[in-house]
């Protein structure tokens, strides 16, 4: 009977996740293989709905429950994976998930008394995690010094120090023991780990009258180049504002700071689903934190679910100081879901609101660069280039960037000057090494001194197709077509389906006189043209051409110079 009762509960809460279907999915095997391939794409609206579907049919599988679960708080529902948690708590079906999903509901009830009675054996998460949990626990039932103590013994744990002082700093500054929380950033150096850790300690400093501190250590932790999250921060800082202790006000925050630490140190070393669920956890327990937004929402990029990314950088509210970051990171995924127009209106709206700060412009030139519209693009870093301060990090890639945008509009002395300052800031640059060295090679022209840049770029890049294929091309232009050959061979190896290079390759061979396998590789970087790329440097025309009637009869039509062995060449 109390089986039927459980099969009952969890039919209630399934109704509440599907969805009514006609598709081939309607089966169990069906539903289940759907959502499994859902997974695979990481498309987590489907994965739930099709898990769910299976579940309906399958209500004793704990595999399918463990899916739902996740599916759901991938998606940031936590309140619909909860229910199915709990049935799988009551069925002994556990699971991490399940588990990460039962503590965030006893943590957004203040259930401090039920989470430190926990079975972590069979109930717990990770040392890590339920290590820190544990100490927010105590601290929320009244425990201060219970806390502390247990902090420490997570710092004790190899490799745990810094996430634990760091979170005890957090929780002394929490109860207004802001003395000892400084003590702990100025021991432990925690605060230079993050962003976020500078910040709270900024806030704790301020709280102890110590402004011109708090400014010089963000100075020293973030450099010159203040984005306006920060500068909104100094600002106040600089006016004499006392700041409020806002990065944990109270216990289940600091918990919600867990789950966000251990997201973001996650984030690139595990899988970007398994990290996105740390920071979804993070954002149920904190709604308003900003950072682990911005969190799920790059996951969330990365894993190409790029309206789901567009829709999470949104609730970054206008109010917060760091909504230009929110919206940097929307144009992005909207760039990324072949909707360039939008990204545009949203870079363009930015720069109304921000225009003063060069991401914002680089950007916008970046975006425009793709879209192959280079006069917008030009337009658009000079004002990026004349909020740059002279020196600064970025500065060499503005230049880059410009130049290739004036390059492409025929504007080869304001290119070739770009491109000239640019490795003045940075003289072994391979990317601009390469670019001038090219563009110098294809107008004939300083032939000597595009071999140099080109060579040199090769023995910073020497895994790099691109410009490994520069120096067979400029070996060839000089005439020197032997020494060409085993350069665009090895270009070729390392990017065997680009058509330049093949078309390169093809000429060269037919240089040396192997016109079979010239001919071949004509025909292979044919085979690689994509008929939708109208723009592509390799030319299918001139390529059929070449076929019909060899490398010299196609030079001769166009007027160019022949084929000429350099001396010394073999």
């Known amino acids: 009977m109390h089986s039927i009762f459980r099969s009952a509960a969890l039919a209630a809460v399934l109704a509440g996740l599907t969805v009514p279907s006609t598709s081939t999915a309607d089966t169990a095997s069906g539903a289940y293989l759907a959502g499994r391939q859902a997974v695979y794409a990481s498309d987590f609206e489907a994965a739930a709905r099709y898990y769910a579907r299976a579940l309906q049919k399958d209500t004793d599988n704990p595999e399918l429950m463990e899916n739902v679960v996740q599916a ?64 927010w626990s105590k601290l929320g039932a009244g425990d201060a010094e219970a806390a502390m103590a247990q902090f420490d013994n997570v710092s004790d744990q190899n490799g745990l120090r810094g996430f634990a002082l760091y979170h005890k700093a957090l929780a002394l500054a929490l109860i207004g023991d802001f003395e000892a929380a400084e003590v702990v950033f100025e021991d432990s150096g925690s605060s230079q ?262 060579e040199r770029a090769v023995a910073a890049r020497p895994d790099s197709g691109y410009i490994v294929d520069s120096l067979g091309w400029v070996l060839y232009r000089l005439g020197r077509f032997s020494e060409a050959v085993a350069h665009m061979e090895n270009a070729v190896e390392l990017m065997p389906v680009d058509p330049v290079v093949n078309d390169h390759l093809g000429d060269v061979y037919w240089a040396v006189g192997r016109n079979r396998e010239a001919e071949f590789q004509w025909k292979r970087a044919l085979s690689f043209i994509d008929p939708d790329d109208t723009d592509g440097e390799a030319d299918p025309v001139r390529i059929r051409r070449k076929l019909e009637v060899g490398l010299d009869q196609v030079l001769a039509e166009e007027g160019a110079p022949p084929l000429t062995v350099a001396n010394g060449d073999d």
């Open 72 to 135: 759901q708080l991938s998606l940031g529902r936590l309140d619909r994976a909860l229910p199915v948690a709990r049935i799988m708590a009551d069925r002994d079906l556990r699971s991490q998930i399940a588990n990460m999903v039962l503590t965030a509901g006893m943590i957004g009830e203040d259930a401090f008394d039920a989470l430190l009675a926990r079975d972590l054996e069979t109930e717990g998460i990770g040392p890590l995690v339920d290590g820190l949990l544990e100490a």
């Open 193 to 454: 780990m993050t962003r976020r850790g500078a910040l709270a300690r900024a806030e704790i400093l301020s709280q102890l009258d110590r402004n011109a501190e708090a400014l010089e250590m963000m100075a020293t932790t973030f450099g010159a180049g203040f984005d306006p999250g920060l500068t909104s921060v100094a600002d106040r800082l600089a006016s004499g504002e006392t700041l409020p202790f806002s990065h944990v006000t109270s216990a289940a925050e600091g918990m919600a700071e867990v789950f966000f630490s251990v997201g973001a140190a996650l984030s690139g070393e595990a899988s970007d689903d398994y990290s996105l669920l740390y920071a979804r956890v993070a954002t149920y327990l904190r709604p308003g934190h900003i950072d682990a937004i911005l969190l799920s929402a790059d996951l969330l990029d990365k894993l190409g679910q790029y309206d789901l990314a567009v829709a999470t950088y949104k609730q970054v509210p206008p109010s917060s100081p760091d909504h230009h970051a929110a919206e940097l990171g929307r144009a992005e995924a909207l760039r990324r879901a072949a909707k360039p127009d939008a990204a545009i209106e949203v870079l363009e709206r930015l720069a109304l609101d921000y225009p003063t700060l060069p991401l914002v412009h680089s950007s916008l030139g970046d975006l425009f660069r793709q879209q192959e519209r280079y006069e917008q693009a030009a337009d658009a870093y000079d004002r990026s280039l004349q909020f740059t301060e002279e020196g600064a990090p970025t500065q060499w890639f503005l230049l880059y960037a410009r130049g290739i945008a004036h390059e492409r509009l025929d504007q080869w002395d304001d290119a070739e000057a770009d491109f000239r300052k640019a490795l003045e800031l940075r003289p072994d640059q391979p990317q601009v090494l390469n670019y001038l060295g090219y563009s110098l090679v294809e107008k004939q022209a300083k032939l000597d001194e595009a071999l140099d840049m080109i």
